[in-house]
């Protein structure tokens, strides 16, 4: 067949549509807090209200129970969440921070929130998670704690990584935005580090519009996580040691809060979480046996003794076998009508805010900071495989959602294939 970027009949000429993974049953928890009239639970004063309302609550308990987990702090968002995460581990001014720049910009953000100077670290080139090997020559005496991302569905080399952050005495994040209810091990992602932190904005797995969770099974940070979340100046001096332990005589807090519309939602999408990701499977499963025997691409590599959930379906692109570009290749898949897109995200450090090493004022915290005098590193080639991955390899296709079915998976198998089948057309 004829490619359609040469005038030929494209494989799929309607839209792919929005994912949607609610029903009636958030509906209904929707209206029941609607006519209940309190829509938030939250008051930012000492009483047991400062923990959030009943839904909210009920939303927490449920998570800490689905994922094994002693405590969950919900809030507004996953930004929120590391904000939260990163002051609970009290990182600030002097302090570094590794993080890998294959990442939402967030991730990297919640440490310039505290002043404190992330040190970028590059990634596997097989399953885009930050490289534990490459973790320890990163290492400094301001080094306090890392950040790793459970990208695109699966997990990191948690175990690994938190063998280096034992030995080195640092701290762990998991950022499990795009894995809630992977597994690695026997157990969920983000329940292996300090703390664990997700996602339920519109985009992900399951959602309630906007809105994040922070895990941990260490009391004094879920309390501290609680107060970040809550306004915890205003809780300073507080007799109910709920709020403020004697030994914290100072803390800066944030409207974090999840509203009781959100958490009534949120909590009708952790009952349909594993059915929901068993249907991205399922898509994902059929695309890759159908693509598994084309040398120009491969498809994504799983952990050992880990799952996959497929927030993201990426390929590696190879384009000394194809004999063209990725961005011809991109560019004929899209005329074919499959919106399959190249690269991720830009590694983060190339970003201005990093080129030009200014998060406020006079380029702090990167320069002019009084507890930092070293001179960060940011220049590209900084980190390797995460810009040859953005600029020549991955491919991204994010179709597997509801209510997309085996037919629309068939369009988009049928799609690269035809233009694989057509390379030399291309050439």
């Not at 998670?129 to 290492?139: G, N, P, S, T, V």
């Not at 894995?179 to 969920?188: L, M, R, S």
């Not at 040859?388 to 079915?405: A, D, G, H, M, S």
């Amino acid at each position: 067949m004829k490619l359609a970027l040469h005038g030929g009949t494209p494989i799929r000429t309607k839209p792919f549509p929005l994912s949607i993974t609610t029903g009636n049953e958030e509906v209904e928890a929707g209206i029941k807090v609607l006519k209940s009239g309190l829509l938030s639970g939250f008051v930012g004063s000492p009483s047991d209200e400062f923990f959030g309302g009943k839904y909210v609550k009920e939303l927490e308990t449920a998570w800490s129970k689905k994922f094994n987990i002693k405590h969950s702090i919900s809030c507004n968002s996953a930004t929120s969440a590391l904000i939260m995460a990163v002051g609970a581990l009290e990182i600030g001014p002097g302090d570094e921070v590794i993080v890998p720049p294959y990442t939402m910009s967030a991730t990297s953000t919640a440490i310039l929130f505290y002043n404190a100077i992330p040190i970028f670290v590059d990634i596997e080139d097989d399953m885009f998670c930050l490289d534990a090997a490459k973790i320890e020559e990163a290492i400094t005496p301001n080094t306090k704690a890392i950040i790793t991302v459970d990208i695109h569905g699966q997990s990191s080399n948690i175990k690994e990584i938190m063998k280096i952050a034992k030995k080195h005495n640092l701290k762990v994040i998991s950022d499990s935005s795009q894995a809630p209810g992977a597994k690695i091990d026997g157990a969920f992602v983000g329940t292996l580090a300090d703390i664990g932190v997700f996602s339920l904005n519109r985009h992900k797995n399951i959602q309630c519009g906007e809105g994040g969770i922070a895990v941990t099974n260490d009391k004094e940070l879920a309390l501290r996580m609680s107060l970040i979340r809550n306004h915890a100046e205003a809780l300073v001096g507080s007799e109910d040691e709920r709020f403020v332990p004697k030994s914290l005589v100072n803390m800066l807090g944030f409207n974090f809060r999840m509203t009781e519309i959100e958490a009534s939602i949120a909590i009708e999408q952790l009952k349909k979480l594993d059915i929901l990701n068993a249907h991205r499977l399922k898509l994902t499963n059929y695309l890759h046996d159908k693509l598994k025997d084309q040398d120009i691409l491969t498809i994504p590599k799983v952990r050992e003794n880990a799952t996959h959930i497929y927030y993201m379906d990426v390929y590696r692109f190879d384009e000394k076998k194809a004999g063209i570009n990725r961005a011809k290749f991109i560019e004929a898949l899209n005329k074919e009508g499959i919106p399959i897109w190249g690269g991720y995200l830009k590694p983060l450090y190339l970003e201005p805010l990093y080129q030009q090493k200014i998060a406020y004022k006079d380029g702090y915290p990167f320069v002019n900071n009084a507890h930092y005098t070293k001179k960060v590193n940011y220049n590209k080639g900084l980190c390797p495989v995460a810009e040859r991955l953005y600029e020549k390899e991955t491919i991204v296709n994010i179709f597997n959602y509801q209510p997309l079915n085996l037919d629309d998976a068939k369009d988009i198998a049928g799609g690269i294939l035809k233009v694989i089948e057509n390379l030399n057309e291309l050439r």
